[in-house]
């Protein structure tokens, strides 16, 4: 399966905390992107990095992809309760694909 | 949720029914995408459309149908469900394949 794995499956953290995830995936990507689930929710787009750049940032989001390791990490700063859901790594492989998403990682903030 | 409707919300059904699902989007995106959501799966891209009658058969297609007669409808069809089939279902639209998607509110299917 070309399908992107997030690490860890579950994080729990107290507010104010940083939260890292990290996306791996197997094949060389044109990009990778991340999304945000609440419950009960649709996905919503956060951020896309493209394969020729290494770090991206929106507000307190910092994403980074090492292509060479094949993998992307997503890192939330001073978490707040409002950052309780899923999230989800998306890779866009070269050629004309669709998104193929990752099963996502589980995030509860603590407050 | 960017202009993309989802209907019906929820459907309570029984094997061996048809059922249709429809996406309906204001903005005018060229792409559709039809996904599936279980879990220990995430999502799983179903059916999408890169025009009207454009369409292309995704990861899990089996048992389903699409059909987009205009570029703010995308439909799915499952002929006949099954068990199998109860999911949460989304929508999702965009303009490239590369890039953002905008979702849908969801659908949740069950079929008894």
């Known amino acids: 399966s070309q399908q992107g794995e997030e690490d860890p499956q579950a994080l729990s953290i107290q507010e104010g905390e940083n939260a890292t995830m990290n996306c791996s995936y197997k094949t060389s990507i044109n990009n990778l992107q991340w999304y945000r689930q609440n419950s009960g929710r649709g996905l919503v787009h956060l951020i896309l990095i493209r394969s020729n750049e290494r770090e991206k940032h929106s507000g307190r989001l910092r994403v980074t992809l090492d292509t060479s390791k094949k993998s992307s990490s997503l890192l939330i700063t001073a978490s707040r309760a409002a950052d309780t859901a899923s999230y989800f790594c998306?890779?866009?492989?070269?050629?004309?694909?669709?998104?193929?998403f990752g099963k996502g990682t589980r995030l509860s903030v603590i407050a | 949720d960017a202009g993309i409707t989802q209907s019906p919300r929820h459907k309570v059904t029984e094997t061996g029914t048809p059922v249709t699902l429809r996406c309906h989007q204001t903005?005018?995106?060229?792409?559709m995408y039809w996904y599936r959501q279980d879990p220990g799966h995430g999502l799983r891209l179903i059916h999408y459309s890169y025009g009207v009658k454009d369409t292309d058969k995704g990861e899990v297609s089996d048992g389903y149908s699409v059909s987009r007669s205009k570029t703010e409808d995308f439909l799915l069809t499952l002929e006949s469900a099954t068990s199998s089939q109860t999911s949460v279902y989304f929508c999702a639209a965009g303009d490239q394949t590369t890039d953002t998607q905008y979702f849908g509110p969801g659908t949740r299917l069950t079929v008894l």
């Open positions: 903005e005018n995106h060229r792409y």
């Open positions: 998306a890779t866009v492989f070269s050629g004309n694909t669709p998104l193929v």
